[in-house]
């Protein structure tokens, strides 16, 4: 019997280069990882033919969740109705237990109809009887007679016959003292004032487009969100969601502005007949606006 003596050195080598090989083919992605990424970037550049044939070709390497979820939704995108219900189908019976099945039953529901082929029924085209036209006849003109003249009669005057009336003597009375009683005052705005009322006016225009704004990017967030749950899932994009938070800090932004500014320019316009020279300001914080007054009232 023969016996084999075993370099500890020789050992340690081997067991490092195992490790060492073992990390790096650990770190490095898979077939599938590779194909499931190529189909999200073709996903996100609305290719639905190619991104549906990489989704697959990940599938058939590993079977899981966000593969064959992200083939129902390519073939939804893309407007075939009859794949995308079975997929959807086949992926509530392979993973009965994800957290999305509720939204998979909603898009389901929605498809069904396409799917078994139901057209809507076409609108009955109304017939509009034609307006018969009303025969107008033509108005006489008035004959109008001409008004003659009047000529007054003219007026002679008496003649005035002079009487001479004997004046009475004049005597010393005191006469008192007027009164001066100052004009009574009138509500009218000082050229300052005047000033006031149009920068009021002007504050009030300003904010109003600010608030029309803010709405449209309200609306915008609101768009922006309703997106984002509709593509939600595995095929969530983050840009959605940033465009979403700017045009929603744009909509506070400019509804908190504009909302300040009419409510200055009203101040302003209805102060300023009897105001002095006075300061608005609108400070942008937080969420909104605040508005800052100085001036006299």
Not at 219 to 245: K, T
């Amino acid at each position: 019997m023969t016996t084999h003596r075993c370099d500890p050195r020789r050992v340690i080598a081997v067991v490092m280069a195992l490790l060492l090989g073992g990390h790096v083919a650990w770190g490095q992605p898979g077939p599938a990882d590779v194909a499931y990424e190529e189909g999200r970037r073709l996903y996100d550049l609305r290719e639905w033919d190619p991104a549906i044939v990489k989704f697959k070709e990940a599938y058939r390497i590993r079977p899981d969740a966000k593969s064959l979820f992200n083939i129902a939704q390519a073939f939804r995108l893309k407007g075939d109705c009859v794949e995308a219900t079975n997929f959807y189908r086949t992926y509530k019976r392979n993973f009965p237990k994800e957290k999305n099945l509720e939204k998979v039953d909603k898009f389901i529901t929605e498809l069904e109809p396409c799917a078994r082929g139901v057209k809507p029924d076409p609108v009955k085209p109304v017939k509009v009887e034609p307006v018969k036209p009303v025969k107008l006849e033509p108005v006489k003109p008035a004959k109008l007679e001409p008004v003659k003249p009047v000529r007054p009669d003219p007026v002679r005057p008496d003649p005035v016959q002079p009487v001479w009336v004997q004046p009475d003597p004049v005597q010393p009375n005191p006469m008192p003292a007027p009164v001066f009683q100052p004009p009574p005052q009138i509500d009218r705005p000082t050229p300052i004032g005047q000033a006031q009322r149009r920068a009021g006016i002007t504050i009030a225009i300003v904010g109003s487009v600010a608030f029309i704004g803010g709405v449209y990017f309200g609306l915008e967030a609101r768009s922006y969100a309703q997106q984002a749950e509709e593509e939600g899932g595995f095929a969530w994009d983050p840009s959605v969601e940033q465009a979403g938070q700017a045009a929603d800090s744009k909509a506070k932004l400019l509804l908190g502005l504009g909302g300040a500014a009419i409510l200055g320019g009203a101040i302003v316009y209805k102060v300023a007949p009897k105001a002095g020279p006075a300061q608005l300001g609108v400070v942008p914080h937080g969420d909104g606006a605040m508005l800052v007054w100085s001036g006299k009232l």
